[in-house]
């Protein structure tokens, strides 16, 4: 079936650039997703990317997509204190989404 | 337009009981799914429908039942309780535009 996954835990210092990596292993992927959850609440979608693209940024967020290896990213330009969160990584494939274990990003002030 | 509602948030259970987790979503999105989260296990997926009638597994089905009689609610019942099925349970919904919105989810404790 498919597989997605994620580094647990990333730690940065405020103000620099987070990347959280995930890989997939659907080479039927028509959507990647990043999700983010803070502490108590439901996922929050940040951004999508068409399996045809491979980059795609919207303010802070830069996505980068290697369909070749499929491997997914998410920079975080600037990071504050705010984006302290479960940073999940979902594809979507025929119907089904699956979602990667998810990464918890601490960031250091 | 309130999006996806679930209810309840919290629930505590005893070993047996049975119970029916709501959500509703008022965006008249087709696909509609039910996960659950776990610690280290991120969330898997239960069941899922794409549209009205039509209902098929996800990848731990078991334990679980639903039903789509009408595109806006998807209610997930649990037919006996054990332990295992505490966990945080969401629902989300997604439509034409592929883009999936969760619920807030319900927190659901099995003693």
């Known amino acids: 079936g498919e597989d997605v996954e994620q580094s647990l835990f990333l730690s940065v210092r405020e103000g620099d650039s987070s990347v959280i990596n995930c890989t997939y292993t659907?080479?039927?992927?028509?959507?990647l997703y990043w999700y983010k959850q803070e502490p108590g609440a439901g996922l929050q979608l940040l951004t999508y990317?068409?399996?045809?693209?491979d980059m795609k940024q919207d303010q802070r967020l830069t996505v980068l997509l290697n369909k070749k290896d499929k491997h997914l990213s998410l920079r975080i330009a600037d990071t504050q204190t705010g984006d302290s969160a479960i940073y999940f990584c979902?594809?979507?494939?025929?119907?089904?989404?699956?979602f990667g274990t998810g990464t918890k990003l601490q960031v250091i002030p | 337009n309130a999006g996806v509602t679930q209810t309840p948030k919290f629930q505590v259970l005893k070993t047996g009981q049975s119970m029916t987790l709501q959500c509703a979503q008022d965006?008249?999105?087709?696909?509609m799914s039910w996960y659950r989260q776990d610690p280290g296990m991120g969330l898997r997926l239960i069941h899922y429908?794409?549209?009205?009638?039509?209902?098929d597994q996800g990848e731990v089905p078991n334990g679980y039942n639903v039903s789509r009689s009408t595109t806006e609610d998807f209610p997930l019942r649990l037919l006996s309780a054990a332990p295992s099925q505490t966990s945080v349970y969401f629902c989300?919904?997604?439509?034409?535009?592929?883009?999936?919105?969760f619920g807030p989810g319900t927190r659901l404790l099995v003693l």
């Open positions: 989300a919904s997604r439509g034409s535009r592929e883009t999936q919105y």
């Open positions: 659907d080479s039927s992927s028509t959507y």
């Open positions: 990317i068409f399996s045809n693209m």
């Open positions: 979902a594809e979507k494939g025929y119907q089904k989404v699956t």
């Open positions: 965006m008249n999105h087709e696909y």
């Open positions: 429908s794409v549209g009205a009638g039509i209902t």
